[in-house]
């Protein structure tokens, strides 16, 4: 049976070490993995479009030797002409891999229980877990360690709050997510990531105050207030999010030493001010970059062969 990248929740933390170390390695050396990929093919189906998932998952697999194959909403076309069953199936018969980003979480489900390949989830409404080992890449490279920091998650209680919580509290850190009433995440993925943080030491806090959850903070993080799919909520939900700004006043309530994260793209002057998005604690760029990286690891290690070449 294959395995498969779906949620951070379903992998141990030794699994998702492993995977932080490869690809890390991958980044300081990549020629070093050149051909890991070599001669296989990756379907990467978009219901959704997406300059960073695919670009990176493509150029990763170029460099790795392999190949990717684009399938957007006019290529491929789920629950309309053919079941998720078939198409998953009939992509197992061609390609080596299948990465997908949809709306519904339950696409996800069934590509997985239906593929006889590996499926990576690009992006879902429930989870964003490629976005998060990229981010987990990043504080490890800016910190030096994982355990004992905290992260603030201001806004929406979404997929990346889902993700973060579930990542977070596999490391043992704290994770403060602070959302508008009416926001908060899934009251499930909350459950489960406190199950997680009371094994690792970590801890997880809720609350509808900013300034609360980003006190002390190492990490401030944030993401747009409407994502895709929800533009007609775009007008409410800028009068229910008023005050959960990241802006030079919230930073100031985060250690000295805090970064400033967004999986972008952003909207300046919404959920985030041009001083922090675009000032010295922002690390955007660097982790928009180890999408690269986090994604080539994760390709390497249920796709191909995860040993650099002479080992």
Sequence with gaps: MPQHFVSLFDKSTEELRALLDLARMMKLNPRAFSDVCAGQSLAMIFQKPSLRTRVSFEVGMTQMGGHALYLGPKDIQLHRGETIADTAAVLSRYCD???????????????????????????????????????????????????????????????????????????????????????????????????????????????????????????????????????????ERLARFEGFQVNAVLMAQARPSAIFMHCLPAHRGEEVSAEVIDGPQSVVFDEAENRLHAQKAILARYMGNARPRGV
């Design 97 to 235: 891999g299948i990465m997908a980003r949809v709306f519904s979480h339950d696409d996800i489900l069934a590509l997985a229980e239906h593929a006889t390949v590996p499926v990576v989830n690009g992006l879902s409404d429930l989870l964003h877990p490629c976005q998060v080992l990229c981010d987990l890449l990043t504080i490890h490279e800016k910190f030096g360690r994982l355990e004992g920091l905290k992260l603030a998650y201001i806004g929406d209680g979404n997929n990346m709050a889902h993700s973060l919580l579930y990542g977070g509290a596999r490391f043992g850190m704290t994770v403060a997510v602070c959302h508008p009433r009416g926001y908060a995440p899934d009251a499930d993925v909350v459950a489960d990531a406190r199950a997680l943080a009371a094994t690792s030491g970590g801890a997880i806090q809720i609350t509808e105050d900013p300034q609360e959850g980003v006190c002390d903070a190492d990490i401030v993080y944030t993401d747009v207030w409407a994502s895709m799919g929800q533009e007609s909520q775009h007008a």
